[in-house]
């Protein structure tokens, strides 16, 4: 894989962007892959022990598995029966469903057909099996003895026999009106409270399907639309929203103190003693309020002015993105393909779990009947498995981060834009596979040893729901969120790392710390780029989501087959958030690549000859006239003045 010249450069620090290209973190693909066999091991046992087939064919109370011959279950009466023509699952209660368990808590039984049409009486259920040879009942039962037997109460199926069909591939009898699962469907869904509104909300989508696919391709569109005018219009659409912030916050600061004030003559005026005490709480509330308002008004207003200079790095970072996606188009549709990956790859996860709940050796439980339950060691392996959904994910995203770090390196060290690869982000792939998986494999683990201990807390925190006391609640909450923001912040400093690797090749921890070392020294412009270009950028995402649901009114007002529009308006806004999400998080971490390349290139270069920049046109004027703001503040002076002097002195210690 291009990993046999492989050398140790741990001690390495200069950089060479794109100059030599060496494998990295090789123990750690070793281990990823060898987690990877196990994750194989794990599918391979489950279809060696048969779980593929009782998945797939379906089994009853008593081990049988549908449609074939079945070998005898010690302490099992009805066990080791030939059902070769007995294709079906069929279950005697089928709306008795256990929501705890997520299971079907009935006897279920192997037929040959299911019952097409509903069955009142134990007269039509015995006529059924006559006619069919599809008997309903269990099996010490023959059909004759339906009616007859007074154990039929209990063997056969409740009445009414609702009418069923099978689900493809699955040889189970579902009943084909939903109302069955009304319960499990309000547990599910809080807002439904019978099963006409449910009905109604999926027949609405059904009927206008062709305006949700529409509405879904307009939201593609405009987030595509919406990444070039960013580019276009940078300058004016940063500074408008800069000073829409700022007003709106003095706005409504004043509004707050002339409501205090109103209300403070409200109480000096005649009032009861109760509703003097309801004014007085109220107007305790405005000041506090109003307090707060102007705090938060007056940091913000001095944040602004301190980082007023920076906010024109962002804005030409913004441009130059713009810049990067006329270069490499196919930057668009790695959400695509990153999105592809992880279905197939959760497809696949699904599927083995459900093997995992089928495998195992039959074991009678307490009513008499046969579970199929995995003994010793081997009954954790859906432990391992769902590990195994946290890490591979994570890579998949991870990979996706390196492509598009490497891409853009590739781009912003390339001197001559004529002289780009043909495809760099093939090429960018390319590195990726031959020399960086273990990089990837080793970021991916770290987020999963923080999003694994606060999965367990959620779901412990979910379990002891009303049953714990107010401390314990408390902590567990502020775990919860000390680890999600310790996730956020690992996220951000993996995806530097990545960028560091693309452009010297080091090893994780070393690209680690040199990223953490650019980022510290460029703290205000690293605040400013993740406060200002993220408040754009989710402002972009809401415009999206209120024009594609702006247009569903529209186009939904027309459509007169049904009046719930709740469903297919949901249906569309989430889809165009997440549609927005993919394309603007792409815009997002193409930003933070190119800050810092542009960070490395001010620190090593400083434009004279044999140490030009890499860096475009606009980023260039950005760092003259930084130059020149602080020649004119004097020598030393502003903050902006005392950055370039540390990158400058940095680049002519190295």
Known sequence: MGCCSSAAHSSKREWKPLEDRSCTDIPWLLVFILFCIGMGFICGFSIATGAAARLVSGYDSYGNICGQKNVKVDGIVNSGLDLTQKKYVFFLDPCNVDLVH????????????????ELKTLAEVQKFADTNGSNLCSYELQSSEYTTDQRASVL?????????????FFHRCAPVNISCYAKFAEALITFVSDSSVLHRLISGVMTSKEIIMGLCLLSLVLSMILMVIIRYISRVLVWILTILVVLGSLGGTGVLWWLYAKQRKFVNEDLTADQFEVAKDNLRALLVYAISATVFTVILFLIMLIMRKRV???????????????????LVFQPFWTFFALILFWIYWIMVLLFLGTTGSPV??????VEFRVLGPLRYMWWYHVVGLIWISEFILACQQMTVAGAVVTYYFTR?????PFTPILASVNRLVCYHLGTVAKGSFII?????????LMYIHSQLKGKENACARCMLK????????????????????YTATAINSTNFCTSAKDAFVILVENALRVATINTVGDFVLFLGKVLIVCSTGLAGVMLLNYQRDYTVWVLPLIIVCLFAFLVAHCFLSIYEMVVDVLFLCFAIDTKYNDGSPGREFYMDKILMEFVENTRKSMK??????????????????????S
């Open 312 to 330: 024109a790095l962002t804005i030409a970072l913004f441009h130059v993105a713009g810049k990067v996606f006329i270069h490499l188009p196919l």
């Open 632 to 653: 004119e503040a004097g020598r030393g002076g502003g903050a902006d003045g005392r950055e370039i002097k540390l990158m400058a002195s940095g680049a002519s210690s």
């Open 478 to 497: 502020s775990c919860i969120c000390c680890l999600w923001c310790l996730e956020k912040c690992l996220t951000y400093l993996n995806q530097n790392a």
């Open 448 to 456: 999963t040893l923080v999003k694994i201990p606060r999965m367990i």
């Open 416 to 420: 001559e834009k004529r002289n780009l």
């Open 364 to 369: 009678p439980n307490e009513g008499g009947f």
């Open 156 to 168: 056969c199926p409740k009445l009414p026999v609702p009418e069923s069909a099978p689900i493809p």
């Open 102 to 117: 997520r299971k079907i808590k009935s006897i279920a039984l192997c037929v040959a057909a299911c019952p097409r049409k």
